[in-house]
Nanobody, 116 residues
Framework: QVQLVESGGGLVQPGGSLRLSCAAS????????MSWYRQAPGKERELVAT????????NYGDSVKGRFTISRDNFKNTVYLQMNSLNPEDTAVYYC?????????WGQGTQVTVSS
């Protein structure tokens, strides 16, 4: 079955960086667009970034443009989210997502906390 396992979250100071990873299995990763979402306490889940199956096309939410970079390694079946210049508003649970055969699949999420 489809599995998405996120890692790399943690506590970081404002201005710091983190790199999240999402290891995928159970579907054809190499032909699937992948996305990162996040959800802060009391807020709706929002799209952070999307990457095409080839990695040539990426899209970002307005709040992270210029600071976050999504990438993928189709040999390792892994998608990454490099997060720079983090600020407290980036505090959230970050989720990996794929839509496979019209069904949305989510990982368990990884907590990112930005605080001094």
């Amino acid at each position: 079955q489809v599995q998405l396992v996120e890692s790399g979250g943690g506590l970081v100071q404002p201005g710091g960086s983190l790199r999240l990873s999402c290891a995928a299995s159970g579907f054809s990763f190499g032909v699937s667009a992948m996305s990162w979402y996040r959800q802060a306490p009391g807020k709706e889940r929002e799209l952070v970034a999307t990457i095409s199956w080839s990695g040539t096309t990426t899209n970002y939410g307005d709040s992270v443009k210029g600071r976050f970079t999504i990438s993928r390694d189709n040999f390792k079946n892994t998608v990454y989210l490099q997060m720079n210049s983090l600020n407290p508003e980036d505090t959230a649970v970050y989720y990996c997502n794929v839509q496979w055969w019209h069904v949305n699949y989510w990982g368990q999420g990884t907590q990112v906390t930005v605080s001094s």
